[in-house]
């Protein structure tokens, strides 16, 4: 089966600034899709940004992106200018493409953001 | 915008009790799911459905039930609650035929079992 591996509980960022959150996942597929999600303290989780895996360009969303390295199975989270409502428990999700049912989950980093 | 409603946001049960958690979506997605969250540990699937009246078991089934008698509608079951089910509970659905597209989810359920 495959697993999810977020090796950052949490982390901090300072205002304005850059963080990166980290993803690696361990699947013998060779496609299937990837999702960072966010979960406020609100706790409604929303999606943040996807990445197919056959795709080389790494996806972008505004202030996030990914830095996906297929053969190393990294799954990054950039997170630019940071902003105070970025502050989330941030969760990275791996999905295969031979099922639309199983989704898997890293345990997830808490991401703080100092003002 | 989908919405999914999960019933209750905070519910206090006892030991033995059997529990209801209902999910609906107004989307008309065919796939819905109920998973677990614990610190630490994620995300847990449950179980899932991907049509009325099927179900499927996610990786910590045990100690639950699912029903799902309409396509909107998806309810997890706690047949005699105990204390190790105290958790935080996540309703998602999404359509069947969009790998691509994201699980949309509840607000989420916090049980606590006494």
């Known amino acids: 089966a495959q697993t999810v591996t977020q090796s950052q509980p949490e982390m901090s960022v300072q205002e304005a600034e850059t963080v990166t959150l980290s993803c690696t996942y361990d699947?013998?597929?060779?496609?299937?899709?990837l999702f960072w999600y966010k979960q406020p303290p609100s706790r409604q989780m929303i999606l943040v940004i996807r990445?197919?895996?056959?795709?080389?360009q790494n996806a972008t969303e505004n202030r996030f992106s990914v830095n996906f390295q297929k053969a190393a199975k990294s799954f990054s989270l950039k997170i630019s200018d940071s902003q105070l409502g970025d502050a989330a428990m941030y969760f990275c999700?791996?999905?295969?493409?031979?099922?639309?049912?199983?989704?898997?989950f890293g345990a997830g980093t808490r991401l703080t953001v100092k003002p | 915008d989908v919405k999914v409603t999960q019933s209750s946001r905070y519910l206090v049960k006892r030991t033995g009790e059997k529990v209801f958690l209902e999910c609906v979506q107004d989307m008309d997605h065919e796939n819905m799911f109920w998973y677990r969250q614990d610190p630490g540990l994620g995300l847990r699937l449950i179980y899932f459905s991907y049509d009325v009246k099927m179900k499927e078991k996610g990786d910590i089934p045990e100690g639950y039930s699912v029903s799902r008698e309409k396509k909107e509608r998806f309810s997890l079951i706690l047949e005699s609650a105990s204390t190790n089910q105290t958790s935080m509970y996540l309703c998602a659905s999404t359509s069947g035929q969009a790998l691509f597209k994201p699980q949309h989810f509840g607000d989420g359920t916090r049980l606590s079992i006494l």
């Open positions: 699947t013998s597929e060779s496609d299937y899709y």
């Open positions: 990445q197919e895996a056959y795709k080389q």
């Open positions: 999700a791996y999905r295969s493409a031979g099922s639309n049912n199983d989704m898997r």
